[in-house]
């Protein structure tokens, strides 16, 4: 150690060199590893810039240090000239780094193993998002296929997303969605209430760990001609229109322990009155949510296909008093919907021309309530048992007509 005028130590040039040495080790092998992870995933900003602010960073310290001689002041000039082509390499690497659809097409692009229903062709691939952020300005195309993964990552729509679209679409472009019958089970042959099986596009798609930013432009997924989709532990928030719609055209679609909400809100928003859009769109038959949060939207579920299970869902959207509802069902021919164990706080149920409608072992709060509304006056087979309600003991009716 050599000492100054005030009796302060300070390291020698030859120490100085090696630590010197040790930061240029350190920072290669970061340079090598943030290579390698720019090749999977696209970052939301440039690695290099955190690189960059962390050796200027580096760079003032040694400049604002006591002198330590001509050695020193080499070594600062190699570490900025090392630096500045570490950046370099860095940006190049985050510009050569895949893009979300180039990520999604993958999991459809190689050869097919086989096939599942209707010719549907079996991809086995997986779109593996690697716990990175993508920032997209138009919708994900789901490439068409069955077997097929998406799983680990987030996708924010940009200011300048296409308005109205949604995130990550899976729909066959050639064919637009069917609309949903409105006939009645005396009008209609129950198998012609159910898609043709021949029309599929897509079958047994994996949603995964996903959290889906709408960003206020659009919808977040949007499933057609589909069977058999997945959609497990899956984040939706800031969609103008439909966190989640399911099409007429698809079928067997299970949502289980997701979350959706236009706003995000652990409920007493201040702005609840003026929450819009529908959490969960079930056009299509034979679906079912499980375990599924909506918190903040107008309306939770809007239900119009039949033969849907709704069980432990939770629903805190927008409350009665301010014009929302929990589950909405409309008219949807055969009916037969059940909702069981699910949770309606201050937002309620409304089941138009209800058929074959189950609900039981519910909890309702907050002055929730079952409306049974007519529309052409069809009623049949309706049972409300083992439900709890709980209010404001102001008479409010717990079963209501419309």
């Keep these: 150690m050599e000492a100054d005028s005030r009796g302060i130590g300070y390291p020698s040039t030859t120490s100085a060199s090696q630590l010197l040495e040790m930061v240029l080790q350190l ?76 990520v999604l097409s993958s999991a459809g692009s190689g050869p097919s193993e ?77 198998a ?42 899956v984040y939706v928030s800031h969609f103008s229109t439909t966190g989640i719609n399911v099409h007429p055209s698809s079928s067997e679609t299970y949502i289980t322990n997701s979350f959706l909400g236009q706003h995000p809100t652990a409920g007493r928003d201040p702005h609840e009155r003026n929450f819009t859009g529908t959490a969960i769109n079930l056009s299509g038959t034979n679906n079912a949510l499980t375990d599924v949060v909506l918190f903040s939207s107008a309306v939770g579920v809007d239900v119009s296909g039949h033969d849907n299970t709704l069980s432990g869902v939770h629903c805190y959207n927008k409350a009665t008093r301010f014009g929302g509802t ?34 039981s072992n519910s909890f309702f709060r907050g002055d929730a309530f079952v409306a049974l509304k007519s529309i052409k006056g069809v009623v049949g087979e309706v049972n409300i048992v083992d439900n709890t309600f709980s209010g404001s003991n102001k008479g409010t009716g717990i079963v209501q007509l419309q």
Excluded at 66 to 94: F, W
Excluded at 201 to 210: L, R, V
Aim: charged share 15%; hydrophobic share 35%; proline share 7%.
């Design 27 to 102: 920072v290669t092998l970061l340079w090598a590893v943030t290579m390698k992870t720019c090749a999977k995933w696209k970052p939301s900003r440039p690695l290099s810039s955190v690189v960059a602010v962390t050796l200027w960073s580096l760079r003032v310290l040694l400049l604002l240090s006591p002198p330590r001689g001509r050695a020193m002041v080499q070594d600062v000039c190699t570490t900025c000239q090392i630096s500045v082509h570490i950046q370099s390499l860095l940006d190049a690497a985050a510009a050569e780094a895949p893009s979300a659809q180039s």
């Design 192 to 233: 012609q209430l159910s898609p043709d099986p021949s029309s599929f596009s897509f079958e047994y798609i994996t949603f995964q760990n996903i959290m889906i930013d709408s960003n206020h432009r659009g919808a977040g997924i949007s499933l057609s001609n589909a069977l058999r989709t997945s959609i497990e532990n």
């Design 114 to 190: 086989g096939s599942l229903t209707a010719g549907v062709p079996n991809k086995a691939g997986t779109a593996d998002f690697q716990g990175g952020t993508y920032k997209v300005r138009k919708s994900l195309q789901v490439p068409p296929g069955g077997n097929i993964v998406i799983k680990d990552g987030t996708i924010q729509a940009s200011d300048d997303f296409h308005e109205g679209s949604p995130v990550i679409d899976a729909s066959p472009k050639q064919t637009p969605p069917t609309k949903n019958t409105e006939s009645f089970v005396d009008d209609i042959e129950p």
């Design 326 to 359: 929990g589950i909405y069902l409309r008219k949807s021919g055969l009916g037969q919907n059940r909702i069981i164990n699910s949770y309606l706080d201050y937002t309620g149920i409304v089941a138009e021309d209800p058929l074959q409608l189950h609900i």
